[in-house]
């Protein structure tokens, strides 16, 4: 998950957020489940730098999906999303698009 405890501090509440504790991705890369490229759109297809290097989108996407579908906080990710209208990045395993 992109850490938004540290983008945006101010918008979310400490109750909204705390799942965020006990989520698989807690100690993952926030570039793994980042899916905007620098000019603003959702990508599936290219590639993407990680804190491990560069790797393709397919790759970094199915890593993100293989930690939300462990995780226990998955449903509560995918609700704080919906809930704040998050159009971006893998929340709860989804993709934007797929989140509708
Ligand atoms: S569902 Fe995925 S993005 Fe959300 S907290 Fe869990 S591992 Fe992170």
Redesign the pocket.
């Known amino acids: 998950?992109i850490d938004l405890t540290t983008e945006a501090p101010w918008e979310y509440s400490p109750r909204e957020t705390a799942?965020?504790d006990y989520?698989?991705?807690a100690n993952m890369d926030p570039a793994l489940?980042d899916t905007v490229t620098r000019s603003g759109v959702t990508a599936r297809m290219g590639s993407v730098s990680t804190a491990t290097g560069r790797m393709p989108r397919f790759k970094q996407i199915a890593i993100?999906k293989a930690?939300?579908w462990v995780?226990p906080?998955?449903k509560e990710?995918?609700e704080f999303a919906k809930s704040h209208g998050l159009t971006e990045n893998?929340?709860?395993?989804l993709l934007p698009d797929e989140r509708l």
């Open positions: 998950m799942f965020m989520a698989e991705c489940f993100a930690a939300c995780c906080v998955a990710c995918l893998i929340y709860g395993g």
